[in-house]
């Protein structure tokens, strides 16, 4: 700290002898002026300074404030640099300050031996463990009651469709089983026709059933009829066949033929519903739980399928009220179903009970919040602290041994650690703040390279504010504020870069956990991003809430890809991620309250507060259209000529705008010495007839001007535009006047009594101003003239401008003096288009 006091100290002085020399400057400056030293131009002066005034005229004071202005903000440029570096290293740089130069993993450079008994507790082992804790328990899962019974509803509704599908297939058995077996009508209601004529033709006759080798004789075409009387002949039927055969047979010989027709009629009419339902299962469009079953579900009978629904349902209530959790393997779930279908379902309908619960089953456990956050708590706290003792003489660690956790903490407790202040690593990472400070210059001169000293000022005590809450140990830093409040003041470019290099110089100065810094960041560079584009506090307001939104999902992305166990007890970190998002939206509300301070603190014009200054209701817009309404309406006029002017050549558009709401505001000290307010009235200065004073009437609405915004608290740059939309220019009229009755009196007109004290336009915006305002009346008064005679009068009003010097330090270029004359004849244009003659009569009506 000593050293950092010393630094100051001589960065205050090298202040102190800069002023001096500049001082020396100026006065020998004067002393030329008046012929007491030779004509030399001092070194130091840079080229950009603004030209002085005109020979003979005396030193206006605006001009010479914006000369001392300009001339400090260049020769403290080094010092300001320096200062800035020196101030963020010193704030930032805080791990250097108390470093182990034995820190761990570091090689010991000698034998360190225990003075003492000792017993030191590893506090960052600890909390790694606590933490681990805290992260690795296990969830607390209870049984969501909704997604319970919706699994039940679903079974249902699938069983449902089983037994409309089961109806559209008849009643099975369709005949009584001591007629036919169950297994016989399986076989019938199957078989393909050729072989149920078989079997039908094989029944009505007693010839016996002969076992013939299939490959003995050439089987015919499966599609000739003669197929059936081949298979009796060669005796070619199934098993179940041939036992058809002999069911049918003995029920023939019991029952008769009668009756025999009545059982095939029977079991045609069964074969016919069998093919409906097949077909049933096959169109996907008839019954939405098609996909699920099979042709097994047909070979179930009527009281076997009760019995199946049944075991289902047993089944499902025993394994919901086990519950079943989210991410359960799929062979652990079919391993279940299997055990839980066991004994309840009927043989033949083990398959398709098995594919039924699984289509339906899905996890019903669901994570509870509350109860897993107390457990990782409990776990936390159950973690002991990590203890490392060690008896006096004790070796801590041998010569050439890297330094492990536990002996830094022994070492550290014996003060062998060495802490000092790291000066190379601190050096060191100045010169990274040095390369961080230029590319910020870089980036200034780039996109906004007006920036005054003050605003550098700004820039740099917003960002200390970062290290410094951080110091203090609280685990959030100010960058979304950074990122909105510079956003909203230089840009979106500006600010972005700011929080970017911050975010990487704040992790190499000081211990900051990763994922608190890239939540933060993240929210920091959307804030700076979006910032630059609003143009309102409500939209402001929406980019907080962005960035806060960021800020919590970055928080909770960061924390769970690192951990392969956090991410199945993520809602354990979704509370700190939603207290992340609350902070990011806080320093947006502590951002939104601040800015319009720093604001009128630093005399800052953002689009903003250009928006609020140009409200036709703001107390002095509202003066000035009561008192000089004639001066108001040629504002409005004024500004609609320089907002075009501005977009066409890239200015700033809201500057112009509200500068030029204010740029006559000091008319208003006497409306009357105005023939835009004199309303057809007499002429108030035909009554002075004095253009001496006269002149001095129409020059005091400048320097009344300025002191009106001055007492209304209007930004430097709003101000700048009234004397610089005047510049120097002569007073034409009274000049001209003067000169007559000098001429008749004998005597002497000085130049300066008649031009305006200036300073000339010192930048494009103010510069477009003058143009409109020397135009604007000029196009008032044309009457019936073409857009090319306007044009050629704009253009010689612009040429005497720019031969008067007026333009010289604005900015404007020769060759942007055509367009902009295009673009002031263009409105007049629009503001003056013609309209169509009413005849008499229509008038007549009208009044009527």
Not at 95 to 107: A, C, H, S
Not at 310 to 321: T, Y
Not at 739 to 767: H, L, M, N, S, W
């Amino acid at each position: 700290m000593r050293s950092i006091q010393m630094l100051t100290r001589q960065l205050e002085q090298w202040g102190r002898d800069c002023a001096n020399i500049y001082s020396r400057n100026l006065s020998n400056r004067k002393r030329r002026k008046r012929g007491t030293l030779p004509q030399e131009s001092p070194p130091s002066l840079p080229r950009e300074l603004p030209s002085p005034p005109r020979q003979g005229a005396t030193e206006p004071t605006a001009w010479r404030k914006g000369l001392q202005s300009r001339m400090n903000s260049t020769v403290h440029s080094p010092v300001a640099v320096l200062l800035a570096v020196t101030c963020l290293t010193a704030t930032i740089g805080q791990r250097f300050y108390n470093q182990p130069q034995l820190d761990v993993g570091t090689i010991a450079p000698q034998t360190f031996i225990a003075l003492e008994d000792a017993r030191v507790e590893d506090t960052k082992t600890t909390e790694d463990n606590r933490r681990a804790a805290r992260i690795g328990s296990s969830p607390v899962l209870m049984i969501d009651r909704p997604v319970s019974q919706q699994i039940e509803k679903v079974l249902q509704r699938v069983l449902d469709e089983g037994t409309q599908l089961r109806q559209v297939g008849g009643q099975f058995p369709f005949v009584d089983t001591s007629i036919l077996s169950t297994s016989t009508q399986l076989y019938l209601r199957q078989a393909q026709e050729w072989e149920y004529n078989a079997v039908v033709r094989a029944a009505g006759e007693d010839a016996p059933l002969v076992e013939t080798p299939s490959d003995s004789v050439e089987d015919p075409d499966p599609n000739n009829s003669s197929r059936t009387a081949w298979a009796i002949e060669r005796g070619l039927l199934t098993d179940s066949g041939q036992q058809a055969v002999m069911e049918l047979q003995a029920y023939r010989k019991r029952g008769g033929s009668v009756a025999f027709s009545t059982l095939i009629e029977q079991i045609s009419q069964a074969r016919q519903t069998y093919r409906l339902a097949v077909a049933a299962i096959a169109d996907t469009t008839s019954v939405a739980s098609t996909h699920i079953y099979g042709l097994n579900l047909f070979e179930l009978s009527d009281e076997e399928w009760i019995q199946t629904q049944l075991g289902l349902h047993n089944a499902l209530k025993r394994m919901l009220s086990q519950g079943i959790p989210p991410g359960l393997p799929k062979n652990v779930l079919q391993m279940a179903v299997m055990i839980q279908l066991e004994g309840q379902v009927p043989h033949g309908a083990v398959e398709l009970s098995q594919n039924l619960l699984l289509e339906v089953l899905q996890p019903n456990l669901t994570k509870d919040l509350e109860r897993t956050r107390v457990l990782a708590e409990q776990a936390a706290l159950e973690v002991n602290p990590v203890f490392v003792s060690v008896e006096a003489g004790e070796v801590i660690i041998e010569q050439g041994e890297p330094i492990s956790q536990s002996q830094f903490v022994l070492l550290d407790r014996f003060d062998m650690s060495r802490r000092e202040i790291n000066w190379v690593g601190l050096f060191g990472f100045g010169g990274t703040v040095t390369i961080a400070v230029g590319i910020f210059w870089l980036t200034e001169r780039r996109v906004h390279p007006k920036l005054r000293r003050r605003d550098r000022c700004l820039v740099l005590l917003l960002s200390l504010t970062a290290p410094l809450l951080i110091s203090l140990g609280i685990p959030y830093t100010t960058l979304p504020a950074i990122g909105l409040l510079l956003g909203s003041f230089y840009g979106s470019f500006l600010g972005g870069t700011v929080v970017g290099l911050l975010s990487m110089l704040l992790p190499m100065g000081i211990e900051i956990e990763w994922t608190y810094l890239l939540a933060n960041a993240a929210a920091g560079l959307i804030s700076g991003i979006l910032a630059g584009r609003m143009r309102s506090r409500e939209e402001l307001a929406m980019v907080g809430g962005v960035a806060g939104l960021t800020q919590g999902g970055v928080y909770l992305i960061g924390t769970l890809i690192p951990s392969a166990t956090a991410g199945t007890i993520w809602y354990t970190i979704l509370g700190a991620a939603g207290i992340q998002a609350i902070a990011g939206v806080s320093w947006s509300i502590v951002a939104l309250g601040l800015s319009p301070y720093l604001e009128h603190l630093f005399d800052l014009v953002t689009p903003i507060r250009l928006a609020e200054l140009a409200n036709p209701n703001r107390p002095l817009l509202k003066r000035l259209a009561s008192e000089a309404p004639g001066t108001f309406q040629h504002t409005l006029f004024v500004a609609t000529l320089a907002e075009a002017a501005a977009k066409e050549l890239g200015c700033n558009v809201e500057l112009i705008r509200t500068g030029t709401l204010y740029h006559d505001i000091g008319k208003m000290h006497d409306p009357q010495g105005f023939i835009e307010n004199q309303m057809g009235g007499p002429n108030k200065h035909d009554e002075i007839d004095d253009p001496w004073e006269s002149a001095s009437i129409i020059k005091k609405h400048v320097s009344e001007g300025l002191v009106m915004a001055r007492k209304f608290r209007l930004p430097k740059a709003i101000q700048a535009f009234i004397p610089e939309h005047q510049g120097t220019m002569l007073i034409a009229y009274f000049y001209h006047q003067a000169k007559q009755r000098a001429e008749q009196e004998g005597r002497e007109v000085r130049d300066e009594d008649f031009r305006y004290d200036g300073p000339i336009p010192q930048c494009r915006e103010t510069a477009i101003v003058m143009l409109a305002d020397s135009c604007e009346a000029a196009l008032r008064s044309l009457k019936d003239v073409t857009p090319e005679e306007a044009l050629n009068m704009v253009n010689k009003i612009l040429k005497a401008r720019w031969q008067d010097n007026q333009l010289g330090e604005s900015g404007l270029k020769r060759e942007e003096m055509p367009k902009i004359a295009e673009i002031f004849v263009r409105v007049w244009q629009q503001f003056n288009h013609k309209r169509i003659a009413y005849p008499k009569a229509a008038l007549s009506l009208q009044s009527k």
